[in-house]
């Protein structure tokens, strides 16, 4: 039976942040605005770990707003269509995956863009899962449009919450932080539950977090695979419950270009601009299971990788990349702190500086 390959998409894939994007372009200093409410975010599944919250719900909490600046779904599906950049040799890399295991995407990014995905690389959208979300079918007041451009525009001017390392309480946060706290509760929780545009939140399921992780479960259950012989890819907050679910039951679960939140859950740690080293990873993994695969990253080379049987021709394109070899690294709590710091860093000179730091 062919292993199974989950893959996380912007990140391990591509090189988006497709709700990101979406707010620069149609809310005016849509990149401030996005990255306080990402902040914000973090905030309430990371230290308030809140009951029920899923990390990545910036993509249900931007919603209203991009509906009140008259935001499309034809519009969502044109931009992120015209706007995919892919990671390097990632068509090349998931057609080698193919012909070795079951390959799906899991992914936060809303469905807009994962069919544009699909439709670039030809991959197939039922080996998808992702947020599902139809702008079109809201119907908003224009008194309702009005107050809703205004709070947007009144947090593209706050200043991005600080999270104190180890926070895990709403008293760990400085007085500043914690009225900045109170303002976006304000907001998520009072303002816009009492408007009409409320639907949008409780009909929207965000594909962050522990529904990652509940995807893999699905998708494990549909196939009838065990868990030994799933690989998944995740970089972010939104694959911490995924990325751990499949480091626990014995698969393997690698951080690709992740930050501090992937590389702290993941087996292993990739820092690559090509994704030909995902290929070689698979490929050794569905070869010889996990802890023959951990042993050949533990001295990450081409002799390494020759002995395990691993197509030749695929591992000389990884090590003659032409902007460098890529970084392997098994992740223990003595190395923990420098990959997460070397893995951000060069997160930050694959997808950009505003992308890069994201949760």
């Not at 707010?23 to 905030?43: A, E, L, T």
């Not at 695969?293 to 394109?317: I, N, P």
């Amino acid at each position: 039976m062919k292993g199974l390959f989950v893959s996380d998409c912007e990140g391990p894939i591509s090189k988006n942040d497709n709700a990101y994007e979406l707010s620069v372009k149609f809310i005016p200093n849509g990149d401030r605005f996005f990255c306080n409410v990402s902040r914000y975010d973090d905030v309430l599944a990371d230290v308030f770990n809140k009951p029920g919250y899923m990390a990545g719900s910036t993509l249900k909490l931007i919603l209203p707003f991009l509906k009140a600046y008259d935001v499309t779904d034809h519009q969502m599906e044109k931009f992120s269509s015209d706007n995919i950049i892919l990671i390097e040799d990632t068509q090349n890399a998931l057609k080698h995956i193919e012909s070795i295991a079951e390959r799906y995407i899991v992914s936060t990014s809303y469905e807009h863009y994962i069919k544009a995905l699909c439709n670039t690389i030809n991959f197939p959208y039922k080996n998808t899962y992702c947020t599902k979300v139809s702008l079109d079918s809201v119907t908003m007041m224009s008194q309702e449009k009005n107050i809703l451009c205004e709070i947007a525009q009144e947090i593209s001017q706050m200043p991005l919450i600080a999270i104190p390392s180890n926070a895990k309480s709403f008293a760990d946060f400085s007085l500043e932080d914690q009225a900045l706290i109170k303002r976006f509760d304000e907001i998520f929780r009072e303002i816009l539950q009492m408007s009409a545009v409320s639907k949008i939140f409780s009909n929207v399921v965000v594909v962050g977090g522990e529904q990652k992780a509940e995807s893999i479960r699905d998708i494990v259950k549909c196939l009838k695979v065990s868990f030994e012989n799933v690989m998944y890819v995740g970089d972010s907050i939104t694959d911490v419950e995924a990325l751990r679910l499949v480091k626990e039951n014995g698969g393997l679960s690698v951080s690709f270009n992740g930050n501090s939140y992937a590389v702290k859950n993941a087996d292993a740690a990739v820092i690559s601009e090509s994704n030909l080293v995902t290929a070689v990873i698979a490929d050794v993994f569905y070869r010889l299971g996990r802890e023959e695969t951990l042993k050949v990253m533990r001295s990450w080379g081409e002799a390494s990788l020759g002995s395990g049987g691993v197509d030749l021709g695929l591992v000389k394109q990884v090590f003659e990349f032409k902007r460098g070899r890529p970084k392997v690294q098994i992740v223990t709590s003595e190395n923990m702190s420098l990959i997460v710091a070397e893995s951000s860093e060069f997160r930050k000179s694959v997808r950009g500086v505003a992308i890069g730091r994201l949760g």
